[in-house]
């Protein structure tokens, strides 16, 4: 929790998102990743400073709860003065203890953000969902929870004043807006009518560039002219940038449906835009793929 001090801005974490992207539909399915299709409600997870601190922390869990489908899971929820904005005790549950940062019982209209967060420390723990050390599994429960349609709120705590500034969680602003525009781009849902914080609604922008971005890189048709250019020129040498997001690959002579040493099969292998999983298709000029984890089709120049 940055609370006054800077905040970190641009993506570099970009990487680890992307791998939590993936790691999130492989665990998942599909099919699951889609009964997210709606976000949590702005009004599911309101709190006004006349509801009783307890009682209201209590319902916007149990709504959070409610969304990421944890029925059985019960959170009981306390303050005191801590470091960090939150921590749970992950346990077998079905309850489990989670204690937030005293500075939530004045500044309520956070306390979803970062419940949205701790709870998704509970579902991934249920999934047995993680990754190594603790900075890349903060990312991950960043990335679910936002790809999972409740880290919206996350976003919207970042706010700055002057001097001042808030953020919560491990990843930059842009970052968040980066995996709400993934959402977004997926589900086509717009979560722009939902901030207060209007430093929020200018880093999902920039993070929805980004996201653009990764839907314009070849082999795939809506690449711009600089990069169809450079990929017809690494497709002649055969070569692989290490700035690139695509790479070349031959199938030796003998293997099964290759054409013999001197005709040896040319194939591409690139990162599906959505989910990021490596899709590797024959070079032949124009294949329509489909991604065989998030079921996106893409069109292609190869």
Known sequence: MADGGPVEHGFPHLETVRAAVTALYRRLSYDT???????????????????????????????????????????????RAMEHAANIELTAGPEYFVELNDRFRTHREDIGAALAHEIMHVYLHRLDLSFPGTRDNEILTDTAATYLGAGWLLLDAYREHGEASQKLGYLTPEEFGY????????????????????????AYEAGLDRARLDERQPPLTAAGWAGRRRYARDRRQVRTAPDTPYSF???????????????????VSFPCPTCHQRIRVPVKGRVRARCGLCRTVLECDT
């Open 33 to 79: 990743v889609c009964a997210f299709a709606a976000s949590v409600p702005p009004a599911d997870v309101a709190f006004c400073d006349t509801d009783d601190l307890h009682l209201g922390a209590q319902r916007v869990a149990r709504e959070l709860i409610r969304h990421y489908r944890l029925p059985d899971a019960r959170l009981i929820v306390g303050f």
């Open 179 to 202: 995996v709400l525009a993934k959402r977004a781009l997926f589900f086509g849902e717009d979560p722009r009518p939902w901030f207060t914080s209007p430093q929020a609604y200018t």
């Open 249 to 267: 690959s031959q199938e030796a002579p003998g293997t099964a449906g290759a054409a013999g040493a001197a005709g040896a099969r040319l194939r």
